[in-house]
């Protein structure tokens, strides 16, 4: 039996680069696929329908099953009609994929308010309302007595876990998404539905923005069974595996796909610490204390 047989995937942004490899490789492993796009450009202007008609029409050409949708992730009824469509023509919903993104880079100064806001409004609402939707149909059945699994698998990048220059909006917006991945995992766990976010990292539209960057390629451009660490199908085989029932022991976690590495992302941790003994710190005396105990340097550059 095929890893995915009887599943029921959404996958947004799935009309392009990542978003399309992974609802290539989902169908190719078994699942039924609702392919999400709205066909916007890279930066969220104007709207096409043969975005995600084309990556349903590589689906049915090599057998398997996909239905188009083209609503606006960050639209809560748009959202709304995208696990209905799942639950009305397959039955139900089994796994989520949150891809979509745009991107409108440029430093904090020459950043506009709408740049801002837009790259927060498709990355996280665009999030959250599918998921949203999704935790009510999958609160619903389990209310109705059914056992199953579930899963939500969000995307961050490295500019949201590590930060990057000129992307103030976009590295907010994946960074939100790593927290948010986190909290959903304990609200659904009791449902028997997984929450995680992987990091690919590939040759897309959204990288091609981006000075002196590889041209881009789209998933059905390398040939089947041929290697290109920037192929955005790089990180495909860890999203099904997550779509998986063998999942079902991982939650909460962020995990980066990066050519040929698969990295388990630790986060935030407890580094060293420094106690007063009860005291009130003191501005004046705090930085040698923090140069003396804690960061051990007074040197420039700390970040880095």
């Known amino acids: 039996m095929a ?6 995937a959404v996958v947004t942004g799935a009309g392009h680069g ?15 696929v609702v392919v999400n796009d709205l066909g ?16 349903v029409a ?18 809560y009824d748009g959202a709304h009609r995208m696990v209905a469509q799942a639950v009305e023509t397959y039955g139900k919903l089994d796994v989520l994929v949150n891809n979509a993104g745009i991107v409108r880079d440029t430093a904090i100064w020459n950043m506009t308010e709408a740049d801002f806001d837009s790259v927060l409004k ?27 699994t579930g899963r939500v698998i969000n995307t961050t ?5 590590v930060g990057n ?35 690919p990292a590939a040759a897309t539209r959204i990288t091609g923005t981006m000075p002196g960057a590889p041209a881009v390629i789209e998933a059905d451009d390398v040939p089947e069974g041929e290697w290109n660490r920037m192929d955005p199908a790089v990180s495909s085989p860890l ?20 050519a040929e590495d698969i990295v388990w992302m630790e986060g935030w941790s407890e580094g060293a610490k420094l106690s007063n003994g009860g005291q009130r710190w003191d501005a004046e005396k705090l930085g040698m204390q923090l140069a003396t105990d804690l960061f051990k340097t007074r040197a420039p550059g700390l970040r880095y």
């Open 3 to 8: 890893l995915l047989s009887g599943k029921v």
């Open 18 to 32: 990542i978003g399309r490899a992974h609802a290539l490789e989902l169908a190719k492993h078994g699942a039924s």
């Open 40 to 55: 916007t450009s890279v930066a969220g202007d104007g709207a096409d329908q043969n975005a995600a008609d084309l990556t």
């Open 58 to 75: 590589l689906i049915t050409e090599r057998g398997g099953a996909a239905v188009s949708n083209y609503d606006d992730v960050s639209n």
């Open 122 to 148: 498709v990355h996280v609402k665009g999030t959250w309302a599918p998921s949203h939707h999704a935790a009510r149909h999958w609160r619903e059945r389990a209310k109705a007595g059914e056992v199953f």
């Open 157 to 161: 990048s490295g500019a949201g876990l």
């Open 165 to 199: 220059f000129g992307q103030t909006n976009y590295a907010t917006a994946k960074a939100g998404i790593a927290g948010f991945t986190q909290t959903l995992s304990l609200e659904l766990y009791k449902l028997g539905v997984t929450v995680n976010a992987v990091g």
């Open 239 to 258: 999203v099904a595996w997550l779509a998986s029932d063998e999942s079902q022991h991982v939650t909460g976690q962020v995990i980066r796909a990066v």
